[in-house]
């Protein structure tokens, strides 16, 4: 039986500490870990260490990652301040940092050709989809509102970010100011006091 | 549910593709124009999207008025 690191519930860098620490002592090991960071972090440590990687089980968010060691014992010794200054602590999944926030400030994207920005911002928005980490919260202002109104080629692409437990802010005052109060079609009506806190909480604003 | 299937529409270049994009708005044919998925190679960065049993009525609208790459299940 392999040794069993428990490093659930740990914040990085200790899940990657603890498993550098046992397989420095034993030949093969399972650490139990509950996030993606640590996953990766200790898939670097397996090619830092010369050691096997896998993901054995998973069960909810708890990933079981077996390492065993293939090269000699001590072979490669690896300072543990070392590795954790290495490791991506900071690059932390949106959530630790503030949420991830999309600007839709126009409703074109780039600027120079209107053609050209139209189809960029229909692409870009489709794109959110798949984008990852999701998006939080989405926030349109300025003629930005025109694309969750009804005839936006994106509506579609806004509702289902709605759908998928994306935050849509529409501006108010824009949506009053184009006179489109009855055609905005996803997300909510806002205001520049949640729009203006939601910017300043954020960890990224995106701006295409 | 069943999983709705699509094909997308390759075009030598945007204009094409926006082309195709305004004749199809006319005739009334539901499609969207998206990204070219990551997993197929094109020279345009877009191409449109419209479900499989539409296929051949886009076929039928642009047929001699458009000249389209190819048309790749998604």
Known sequence: MPVIVDARGLACPEPVIMAKNAIEKNEEITVLVDNEMAVENIRRLAVKMACGFS??????????????????????????????????????????????????????MGRGD???????????????????????????????????????????????????GVDILVCGTCVNYFELGDQVAAGHISNMYDIAETMAGAGRLLRP | MEEQRYVVFLFPSVSYALKAEKILKAAGIAHKLIPVPRHISSDCGVCLRATEDKQQDLERELQGKVAWDKIVSL
């Open chain 1, 55 to 108: 993901v054995t089980e998973k069960e909810g968010e708890v990933r079981h990652i077996t390492l065993v060691r293939t090269g000699a014992p001590g072979q490669t010794p690896v300072d543990s301040e070392a590795i954790a200054a290495e490791m991506s602590c900071a690059v932390a999944s949106g959530k630790e940092t503030g949420p991830l926030v999309v600007i839709l400030s126009d409703n074109h």
């Open chain 1, 114 to 164: 209107d053609v050209l920005g139209d189809i960029l911002i229909r692409s870009f928005v489709h794109t959110l989809l798949q984008l990852k980490p999701r998006p939080d919260k989405v926030i349109c202002y300025n003629s930005g509102v025109k694309l969750a109104a009804k005839g936006s080629a994106v509506l579609d692409d806004l509702q289902q970010l709605a759908k998928d």
